[in-house]
């Protein structure tokens, strides 16, 4: 009896470890598409639009402080490197999410769905129409133009790394556990590590909870899921709407 009792946990704990593997390595690939995507695509692209921004501007606005609190026109090394490792960090908790939802999206138009919803979602929480950004400095248009492209095309290309990490030959997949979680590294400043790991600890403890894993199976998930993001998505179309109203 005592021996069917420790096979019995030690099969528990097997499994566990084994599904808290599987989390790990996607929510992984997640983060290191996101990291890539938030560097490049949000960081270096969005210095050079708001470089754009600075140079379409009247000279009687240049050194004007922006939203952000930035000064109009003023370039440094420090506030550069800042500004895109701050937006890498923000970009690699977007993978993350990412990696929460792909299983929902459409496996073949992924990177192209996550990129509209992004485009749409970010969009929405970047652009707008009070303070001087997007009403006084530059062209408006090409203003809004250029953050609503680094928008979408950071979720695109976020899922687009991402997937080619859990493909059956990619990192994420062939990587040690150990080193599939090296990534989360990146999470340590301000210590936005501890809240992304309980939440994968908790992730795989209910997933491992029987009624749940039907759940989750069960056909209509996935329908439910997708109707929420289309309404989440539509719900920020109608707020960069009256951002484009406001604007005109």
Do not use: C
């Amino acid at each position: 009896m005592v021996d069917e009792t420790s096979r019995r946990a030690v099969g528990a704990a097997s499994a566990w470890r084994a599904e808290a593997e599987g989390v790990l390595r996607v929510a992984s690939a997640g983060l290191v598409g996101g990291l890539g995507s938030g560097l490049l695509v949000a960081g270096v692209g969005g210095r050079i639009a708001m470089r754009v921004v600075a140079l379409q501007s009247a000279p009687a606005y240049q050194g004007l402080t922006t939203d952000d609190g930035a000064a109009t026109g003023e370039v440094t090394l420090f506030g550069t490197l800042g500004l895109i490792a701050f937006l890498g960090l923000i970009g690699g908790l977007g993978g993350i999410a990412y990696a929460g939802v792909r299983a929902v999206l459409p496996e073949r138009r992924r990177p192209l769905v996550w990129g509209a919803v992004t485009g749409l979602v970010v969009g929405s929480m970047v652009i707008h129409a009070d303070g001087v950004d997007y009403a006084v400095l530059g062209s408006r248009w090409v203003s809004v133009a250029m953050f609503g492209a680094i928008s979408a095309g950071y979720g695109a290309v976020a899922a687009h790394l991402a997937e080619r990490l859990l493909r059956p030959e990619g990192w994420a997949r062939r990587t040690t556990p150990g080193r599939a979680g090296l990534p989360f590294a990146s999470l340590l400043p301000g210590l936005t590590v501890v809240p992304v790991a309980i939440a994968l600890v908790v992730i795989t403890t209910l997933r491992r909870v029987a009624p749940l894993r039907r759940l989750a199976s069960a056909p209509v998930v996935i329908p439910v899921a997708r109707l929420a993001l289309v309404v989440g998505a539509g719900a920020a179309l109608l707020d960069l709407a009256r951002t484009a109203s406001d604007l005109a």
